[in-house]
């Protein structure tokens, strides 16, 4: 392991950066405000930036800045109105029932709604049970909304004096990630790989791979000043994501029948050669994101393409050593293998010198590109809130979830001592999740982190008297805690815990285990109850909507085959439709992925035909790898290849795929069109002896095979998920 690529990495990332920014913003005020014997109102500021700081999630700066602000006014006014009910349980009680169900429902609009709609339950929490007069519950709240008001204008300063830092840590961090998709890929050239697990690995990284790639699109497509290619920096950053998601379709272009190259070729060194350069060639990667990051150059490793070509050598001469009738069809099979090394060190070679940001290199900057095309646009509408006011929607159920768990907390608290119920409903709102999967991993994350965090402010408190390196102490865990909130949950509480602790024995000094003890206590029973109302409360299942995810996939996937082939076909789309289409497929295999994977979460009850659901995902992947392996020969020239004879084998796959669709939506199969033996004898004898047609009709071969693959495992799919929907329904409470 490099430690000290490890260390740059974590410096320049976003989220470390993102952690000063927000503990500054949270600690500045009660700082100042405590030296003026003020700390009450430093506290409440604190909240307020604190709140605010915890929805400044990465994205375009104008929705980073509209979410602040609409952050700011809901949390003045849930402060208000929780101060003047915090004299009455009833009407607190009231209150937390209507806010929980509220900004628990809000998730409808985003990841950044559902952000700000969890801070403002946080900031309804940390204002329970404390009697105020209603001049005392103004002035709380305009504290509040002071301290959201300062992080803000913080937040936007930082920004405006270096407006592409985001930008550029959250390429990098893409570049990275794409190393690590690129790592797992060398898995399979192993000897005794286990191959179900390397793909269960692979599809788990291009889900994160998505969600990065989904980031940077966001930042530049939505950001005006890039777009218009005002500056050469932002030129080149829009040329370094265009040339990664390419980089990424290369990576995918090299599925290979793997069983059968070890077959021919373990012992003979050749595979494990494949596996180091692509290990290389994922450090060269992994050092480009780190140089995006921190924008600075790259340093290129010269000796790569002397070890290409070292192995290209390798390959000639045990050719011509083995030639044999057997191994004459895996020859061609690991020499494509090694042109696609030999490609993407090339490309590699490219964004090593993007990171120059020289300003020659914008001169082949193609302005004409469509982004609103490539990213979402969602609009806040009152027909997504009335479409959703159903029970067989999954966020109102999750609402209503949240609301009667957090009721339940609350009447438990009332029975418990003074300062339990706040941490128990704490503990609700942030484990509770929509998905099963989800809560599960939150809770178990929770109380583990909660343990050893306690053990860790234990130790502090009975070995460090001393307040000032407490305070120090303090302020590393809070960065640590911000650090990893959003990429490592468990280290993120395993810090918050003796933050939390620290923070208590310095503002109240006293016996710190007690203050320990009831942590402890609060975040059990707020896990039982996430937990208990996760399994009993409307459950959401994930067989309730992954056919969804199934046609989807399929659906984009038949759309880019019909783009890529049309190159072959002589009916060649346009760039722009071409990697829309891309876009599109790579994105639902990812949801597709995802939704398998919070499905092996769930209860074994919950997961029946997961052999076939896994074999049905991995088929997508081995579609869409295919496809992207076409696209790459039809990329050079489009019309070069172009033969009417191609157009009844893309019919044939496109017709198949459409009525495996069909089958897994039970609706009337789209009629195939017979094809004559003629025609397909006619594409073989044009195929025949030519070697420039042999990869691609072979390609064509494959994604025949993968399409009769996923239409023979999905009608046992359409049956079993039917049965289970029917046997569980949708029960309209508990």
């Known amino acids: 392991m490099d430690y000290i690529r490890q260390y740059k990495s974590f410096i320049n990332s976003h989220y470390f950066n993102g952690a000063i920014r927000i503990t500054i913003g949270i600690t500045l005020p009660a700082i100042l405000l405590g030296y003026f014997n003020n700390l009450a ?74 952000s700000i709609g969890v801070n403002a339950l946080l900031v309804m929490v940390l204002n329970m049970a404390r009697p105020r007069s209603g001049s005392e519950s103004l002035v709380t709240a305009a504290y509040v909304l002071a301290g959201g008001v300062w992080y803000t204008i913080l937040s936007l300063m930082l920004y405006s004096f270096r407006p592409y830092k985001l930008v550029q840590q959250a390429l990098g961090d893409c570049l990275q990630t794409t190393s690590e998709y690129l790592r797992i890929k060398a898995t399979f050239y192993s000897p005794n790989t286990d191959f179900e697990d390397s793909y269960r690995r692979l599809l788990e990284s291009q889900v994160t791979v998505h969600e990065k790639q989904d980031l940077v699109r966001e930042l530049l497509f939505k950001s005006r000043n890039i777009v218009k290619e005002s500056t050469d920096i932002g030129r080149v950053l829009m040329m370094i994501f265009l040339d990664v998601i390419d980089l990424f379709e290369r990576i995918m272009t090299s599925q290979q029948d793997y069983r059968k190259l070890h077959h021919f070729f373990d012992g003979t060194g050749l595979m494990e050669e494949c596996r180091q350069l692509i290990l290389e060639l994922a450090a060269e990667l992994d050092g480009i994101g780190i140089a995006v990051m921190s924008g600075k150059p790259s340093v290129e490793d010269p000796g790569l393409s002397a070890r290409i070509r070292r192995l290209r050598t390798d390959l000639d001469r045990y050719k011509e050593a083995h030639r044999t009738a057997e191994r004459a069809e895996a020859f061609p099979d690991l020499g494509n293998i090694l042109d696609s090394i030999e490609d993407l060190a090339d490309r590699l070679h490219t964004l090593h010198g993007y990171t120059t940001y020289d300003r020659k290199l914008t001169r082949n900057f193609d302005p004409s590109i469509d982004v609103d095309a490539f990213v979402a646009h969602d609009a806040v509408s009152r027909k997504l809130i009335l479409d959703n006011l159903t029970i067989r929607s999954n966020i109102f159920r999750h609402s209503l979830r949240v609301s009667i768990a957090t009721i339940a907390g609350y009447i438990i608290s009332r029975f418990l001592p003074f300062g339990h119920g706040y941490w128990i409903l704490l503990t609700i709102v942030v484990i509770l999740k929509p998905a099963y999967s989800l809560t599960k991993k939150r809770n178990y994350e929770r109380l583990i982190g909660t343990l050893g965090g306690a053990l860790v402010g234990l130790l502090l408190l009975y070995f460090i008297p001393d307040r000032q390196v407490l305070f120090v102490l303090m302020i590393l865990f809070m960065i640590g805690t911000y650090t990893f909130i959003r990429i490592n949950y468990l280290l993120s509480v395993i810090l918050m815990t003796p933050y939390i602790l620290l923070l208590f024995h310095l503002l109240y000094p006293i016996d710190f285990r007690t203050i320990l003890t009831d942590r402890v206590i609060d975040t059990l029973i707020g896990s039982g109850i996430s937990f208990l109302a996760n399994i009993l409360i409307i459950p959401s299942w994930e067989h309730e909507r992954i056919i969804d995810y199934m046609t989807a996939a399929l659906e984009a996937n038949i759309a880019y085959f019909r783009d890529v082939a049309g190159a072959f076909t002589g009916n060649p789309v346009t760039i722009q439709q071409y990697k829309l289409s891309r876009k599109n497929a790579f994105v639902a295999l990812a949801n597709l992925s995802d939704a398998l994977a919070r499905m092996l979460s769930e209860p074994r009850s919950q997961q029946k035909s997961i052999t076939e659901m896994h074999q049905f995902v991995v088929s997508n992947h081995m579609l869409t790898s295919h496809v992207a392996t076409l696209a790459y020969y039809a990329e050079p020239a489009p019309m070069r290849y172009a033969d009417p004879v191609w157009q009844p084998a893309v019919d044939d796959i496109a017709t198949r795929l459409e009525n495996t669709v069909g089958l897994l939506e039970n609706s009337l199969p789209v009629v195939r069109r017979p094809i004559a033996k ?5 594409l073989h004898e044009r195929v025949d002896g030519n070697k420039e047609l042999r990869p691609i009709a072979d390609q064509f071969a494959f994604i025949d095979k993968v399409a009769t693959d996923l239409g023979k495992v999905s009608g046992p799919l359409r049956v079993a998920l039917s049965a289970q929907q029917q046997e569980v329904g949708i029960n309209p409470l508990f």
């Open 41 to 114: 109102a430093g506290i409440s500021v604190s909240i307020g930036a604190m709140c605010v700081g915890n929805t400044d999630n990465p994205g375009p700066i104008h929705h980073r800045r509209n979410g602040m602000i609409a952050c700011v006014l809901i949390i003045f006014l849930v402060t208000y109105l929780m101060g003047l009910a915090s004299a009455s349980a009833l009407w607190t009680g009231i209150l937390v029932l209507v806010f929980c169900f509220i900004f628990s429902f809000i998730g409808i609009y985003g990841s950044r709604a559902s």
């Open 678 to 682: 003629e025609a397909w004898r006619a």
